[in-house]
């Protein structure tokens, strides 16, 4: 159609500006799709899905109605664009988010017309970690009547754990499972009058107690946690199974079954838990930490047990990458945002699966409280490391990254030496590190207590984390404790995968090397790091040439 004839259809099908339809000129996309919050694309798109939903115009003048067209498209395509806002656009619908393009005939003008569904419910919508609501012709940070009133909405749902299973019996549970819940039940109430009953108790008695059996049936959560591998066809499509898979010089992979009390322990076991040595500025001997808490992989795959969606018939992933670990889940997150739990002050008000919640709370998996979360980002804290990220999850999948080395030298050297930091202030420092945004307010602060460094939205941690420890003398030795830090990340990952290619070294040590350096730079470093230990310290040697050269340990 021509651009007359197209003015005249937009006109026509979204004739006035209201609370679900936004005409917006947007000529540049390139800092117009996630740029300035409360002004950009995706503040927009949260602002509408945050009502009923709605249709933003792109590539036509506010007011005027008159088509100019996006005339700078920068990387985005009609392709891609879905995914791209889905992904700076917390609990968006993206199965029935909808981008329409018309380009006319005769100018060659293209608009996109973004149909925004609504919010799902209790799931506000939210953009640069703000939920946007339309006030007027501008939009606003959501008023907190206006996020009680989503958070409060009605869903009917039906507990797919709680759900009785015909023809299972006792006979279909694992005998060592069985056994072992029931002491881990009795070992919770040792202080209750009931604990002396506990032992005469006929096993349908014991698990009704424990939530799992209703009126001498078992359920769904029954089965997932105590059942036998041989009764997951009870459960059929869903495919019963949390698989590890390991990701590094080495592939390998293992399914889990049930019972899932038992497996996720097995799990744990297959996890490669090195330790790393820190070395702070004002003391003389390093510190010692695991690569990993064995507390936080055990909540954080609870967790994943507890929260996933069993009617997407999905398994829980764990992936084992040689610096983090990846746990996956179906499902978004339920109530709230994760951040809103690190505080350890926020309590869930709903559960998707309240029964096998339930279940898991009498044999001391998990708490309905909200300490979960709180608690692994405490330990990470402890233990100098960066904190549990939720940020790669979306509106149909909870995913959580658990580091198990240091991103930023600086953040792990203030966690170690000012252990006094408040909680607030180290959330926002592991924000910074992470290179993700923060607020102004926040950025003031820590840029007050010479925390951070760096202009919007380019922060970094402080390199004069010395000054503020008082430590200044032993700044310029850092750089050879930092050297020091390498050589042994290096020993490490020789000792634990064998021979290494140099690609792969290259891989794991830049991320250890100042971020002001050049590519070029960091792989000279790195060559200058590798023949030290090889010609110096003789702990390494490399074998063969070019792209087949292997290091290893002498």
């Known amino acids: 159609m021509t651009e007359r004839e197209l003015q005249a259809y937009l006109r026509a099908q979204y004739p006035v500006e209201n609370a679900a339809c936004e005409w917006k000129e947007f000529k540049q996309l390139k800092n117009a799709v996630s740029g300035q919050q409360g002004e950009d694309i995706v503040s927009y798109i949260s602002a509408l899905a945050n009502m009923e939903g709605g249709q933003l115009l792109l590539g036509v003048e506010d007011g005027t109605h008159r088509v100019v067209g996006i005339q700078n498209f920068h990387d985005y395509t009609l392709e891609n664009i879905s995914a791209r806002l889905v992904g700076n656009c917390r609990n968006l619908d993206s199965e029935n988010l909808r981008v329409e393009s018309f380009t006319t005939s005769d100018t060659g003008r293209t608009v996109w017309v973004v149909h925004i569904p609504k919010h799902k419910p209790r799931l506000p919508v939210y953009a640069h970690n703000k939920a946007w609501q339309r006030l007027g012709d501008s939009l606003i940070q959501m008023r907190p009547e206006r996020l009680d009133a989503i958070l409060s909405e009605p869903i009917e749902t039906i507990d797919w754990t709680a759900q009785l299973v015909s023809g299972a019996t006792v006979a279909d549970l694992d005998p060592e499972a069985l056994t072992k819940a029931r002491e881990k039940f009795a070992e919770h109430r040792v202080s209750t009058p009931i604990h002396v009953e506990i032992a005469s108790w006929d096993d349908l008695t014991f698990l009704e107690k424990a939530k799992l059996a209703v009126n001498g049936s078992l359920t769904r959560a029954a089965l997932l946690l105590l059942g036998q591998a041989s009764a997951a066809h009870y459960l059929s499509p869903n495919p019963v199974q949390i698989t590890w898979k390991l990701e590094a010089e080495e592939r390998a992979y293992e399914h889990f079954a049930p019972p899932f009390f038992l497996a996720t322990t097995q799990l744990l076991q297959r996890i490669r838990n090195l330790k790393f040595k820190l070395f702070p500025r004002n003391q003389l001997l390093a510190v010692e930490v695991q690569k990993y808490d064995t507390r936080v992989i055990l909540e954080a795959l609870h967790n994943c047990l507890a929260h996933q969606d069993y009617t997407r018939n999905e398994r829980v992933l764990v992936t084992e990458k040689v610096d983090r670990l990846i746990f996956e889940n179906a499902g978004g997150f339920i109530d709230g945002s994760p951040l809103d739990y690190f505080p350890g002050n926020k309590t869930p008000r ?126 310029t030795r850092n750089i050879g404790i930092q050297k020091a830090k390498q050589k042994q990340f290096v020993l490490d990952h020789l000792s634990q995968f064998g021979t290494t290619s140099r690609e792969k070294l290259d891989e794991l040590l830049t991320d250890m090397l100042p971020a002001g350096l050049t590519p070029q730079q960091k792989r000279n470093r790195i060559t200058n790091l590798l023949t030290d230990m090889r010609a110096r310290d003789r702990s390494i040697v490399c074998e063969g040439k070019g792209p087949a050269a292997r290091w290893r340990l002498v």
């Open 350 to 475: 709903c559960y998707r699966n309240p029964w096998l919640a339930q279940a898991m709370v009498q044999l001391g998996m998990i708490d309905t409280m909200g300490y979960g979360i709180h608690t692994m980002a405490i330990t990470q804290r402890q233990r100098f490391f960066p904190l549990p990220d939720y940020e790669k999850s979306t509106a149909d999948k909870v995913t959580l990254e658990i580091f198990g080395h240091s991103i930023d030298e600086n953040y792990s050297m203030l966690l170690l030496e000012k252990k006094d930091l408040g909680f607030d202030t180290v959330i926002m420092l592991d924000r910074v590190q992470k290179k993700l945004p923060i607020s102004d307010a926040a950025a003031t602060d820590l840029r007050r207590k010479k925390l951070i460094e760096g202009r919007k939205p380019a922060y970094f941690v402080s390199a004069h984390v010395a000054a503020t420890t008082g430590t200044q003398a032993t700044y």
